[in-house]
C-alpha cells in the first residue's frame, strides 16, 4: 500500500486543479468531503485520480481483503403489480401467465434443495402481489428457520414492507419488529433505486418514497439489525441526484450506523420500457464505484455485484474502492438475466471466485452475512490448481505472459 505522504507528493506534484487537490488532501486525511466536492467528483474527476483515493481508503479499511459469500437466491414470483421502467419484471402483469407464482411449500423446498451445502445467507426478494402479504412471509420467514435455524433470512425491501404493512395496518415500527420475530435477519439494498422524487416518480412512480425507504431501514436498524443499501443509476438520473443519493445514506448512517454495505447496481436495458437509453461505459462504472467509496466515509464496504456487470469488471472494480463481490450464487435473481447481465450463466464456484480474486492479488475471504470470517482463502490452493512461481495456476489468464 503507498503511504499518506507518497500519494500527497504524487498529487502535489500533478497539474491538478485547486479543488481536486483540495478533495484530495481531505481524503487522505480522512475527512469527509462536501456534497459540492461529490458532485465535483462526478463532473471533473478522471478515473486514474479517484483509483488512487478510492484504493488509499479501501486499503486502509481492509488491506488486501476482497470478501464473498456463499449464498442462493430465491425469487417467490417474478410478476409485480408496479410498473417501474427499468424493470423487466413490471410487464409481467399483464401476462401473468408467463410468469410464477410459488407457494410457500415450493419456497422450503427450494431451500430444502441446499441441505448439506455450505451456504450460509438466502436472499429472498421478488415482485409485489397481494397474496404475498404479511402473514405469508412471517410463515415464510418461520418455516425456513424452523428447518434450518443457522441459515441467514436476508430478505425483501421496503418496497415490499411498505406494502404489506399498509395492508395489514401496522406502522413502520411494529411491522419490522414482527418481520424480526418471525426469523428476518437482516435487510438486503433494494428498492432504494434513486431517491430524489424528480426521478423516483419517473422511474419507480407509485412504490414506496425514498423517505419511506430510510424510515424503514431506520426502524429495522432501531432493532439493533443490519441492512445494505443500493443506487440504480446509469439511466436519467444527473450526477446530482447521484450525489443527494448518497448524501441521504450518509446522514442515516451517521444516525443508525445499521448499514453494512453500499452496492451501486448498473441499469442495464433489455426488456424493460427503458431500452433505448444507452447503458453506461465501463469507465463511468469505475468512476460510481470510486466516488461512493470515497464519499461514504462512514460504510465500512462498497460492493460490486458480479453477476450484473460481469467477472472482468467485478475483477477492476477491486482497484477502485470495492472490497466485497457477493456470493458464490447457483441459482441467481432471473433480474438481471432479463435485463440483459453479461453473465448468461451467473453461478460461480467457490473456486472460481476465489481464483478471480486472487488473479488481481488480492486475499479471498469467505464471510458470513454481518461480514465474520468463516474462512480465509489467501493461503488456500485448490486441488485441482497447481502452484508455479508463486502464483497459482488460473483457468483464464496466464500470469507468465
Ligand atoms: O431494487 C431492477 C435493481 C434491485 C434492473 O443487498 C436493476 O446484498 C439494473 O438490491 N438494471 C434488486 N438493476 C437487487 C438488489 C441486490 C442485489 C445483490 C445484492 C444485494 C444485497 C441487493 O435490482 C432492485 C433494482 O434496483 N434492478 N431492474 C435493471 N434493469
Ligand atoms: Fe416490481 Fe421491484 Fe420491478 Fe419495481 S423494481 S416493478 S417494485 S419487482
Redesign the pocket.
Known sequence: MRSKSELMSLLEDSNLSTTLREIAKKTLEGERISEEEGLHLFNHAEIGYLGILANYIREKKHGNHTYFNRNFHMEPTNV?????S??S??RLIKKREEGWEYTLEEMLEMVKKYDGEPVTEVHIV???LPQYDLKFYADLFAAIKKHRPELHIKALTP?EYHYIFKKAKVDYAEGMRQMKEAGLDSMPG??A?IFHPEIRDEI?GG?CSGEEWLQIHEEWHKLGMRSNATMLYGHIEKMKHRVHHLESLRQLQDKTGGFQTFIPLKFRNKGNQMSHIPESMVIEDLRNYAISRIYLDNFDHIKAYWPMIGREVAQMSMAFGVDDIDGTIDDTTK?YTMAGSEEQNPAMSTRELVNLIKMVDRKPIERDTLYNVVTDYSEHVFEEDTVYKGYVSLPVVNKDN
Open positions: 409485480c403489480l408496479y410498473t417501474c427499468f424493470c419484471y413490471s421478488g415482485g409485489v418496497v433494494g428498492g433505486e419507480a412504490k433480474i
